[in-house]
């Protein structure tokens, strides 16, 4: 079987449904409230092992409440916790509103999630023996430089889900084997908001980028390739917390199956176009025969796709590291 190692964030998802999500100074009555596991770590471990990958997750939750949740949610799921360490203090929160497009605002506490400075004892000899290394950015970069090195070192395909955006250093980036932003997040890295001219620059830093464009599908491109666009399936969007580390998991399984990258990504996006239609992130994501079942819906091929001939810079500047 396949086996995905994911270093990275634990957090207990604290969720409010409102019809439109408030403004600055405004006050807004919701309709529901839930509690939910997650982490863009913990959901990307969860979206793999439902994809079919044996997976174990290094991180941390704290000792408390959230912490005991977290940990048996995790090991419920089917998810290998023996690298997941409790430490003093409490565990990660995301504090997140959903409207009704499905549209999200979140607010991340790192809590134990920022005591994962570094590899502890063991996680090399477990990062050694998986097929992939999924990484987020929602622990300190010094761990997710230390994971990337020692997957490196070991030929073991290096995923970098570079969320929340941030500047990243040459050093951790010259690790990473597939970079996979969101738009948002490749024009934060690049100063670009068009896709295309963005994994153009993206790939002076690495040799294959992924952007994900939301209902529109994603594109990929790679070093000495012609760029290529995946639709996604159209889809009654309920909430989209998670759809990006449903699209991660599963990807990551589908290349460590050996797919090539088009079914790879459009599998992929059969994923997150079902995860999109229930609440919640982990709570949400598709099993291996979901996914087969929507990914084998009759939906638009992908294809190779031109590189804008103009790109508008960002109000940010290009971040320096």
Known sequence: MTHIAVLGSTNMDLVAYVAK??????????????????????????AAVHAGADVSLIGAVGYDAFGGQLRS??????????????????????????????????VVIPGANATVSALAPGDEGLIATAD????????????????????????????????????????LLATIDLLVPNEHEAAALTGITDPHAAAAALLDQVP???????????????????????????VTAVDSTGAGDTFVGTLAVALAEGREMPEALAWASA??????????????????????????QPTQAPHTSQTSQTSQVSQHPRPTS
Not at 163 to 170: C, G, K, M, N, V
Not at 273 to 288: E, F, W
């Open 73 to 106: 949610t995790l090991e419920h799921s089917g998810v290998n916790t023996d690298h997941l360490r409790t430490t003093e203090g409490p565990s990660g929160t995301a504090h997140i509103v959903v409207d009704d497009e499905g549209g999200n605002a979140i």
């Open 271 to 296: 994923a997150a176009a079902l995860s999109v239609q229930k609440a919640g992130a982990s709570s949400s994501m598709p099993y291996r025969a979901e996914i087969d079942a929507q990914a084998s």
């Open 132 to 171: 992939a290394l999924l990484l987020q950015l929602e622990i300190p970069q010094s761990a997710v430089l230390a994971g990337a090195e020692a997957a490196r070192s070991h030929g073991v395909r290096t995923i970098l889900t570079p969320s929340p955006a941030q500047p990243l250093p040459p050093q």
């Open 208 to 234: 294959e980028v992924v952007i994900t464009l939301g209902s529109a599908g994603s594109l990929y491109a790679a070093r000495g390739a012609t760029p290529m666009t995946v639709p996604a399936p159209r």
């Open 21 to 46: 999500a408030p403004q600055r100074g405004e006050t807004v009555t919701g309709r529901e409230f839930r509690t939910i596991p997650g982490g863009k770590g913990a959901n990307q471990a969860v």
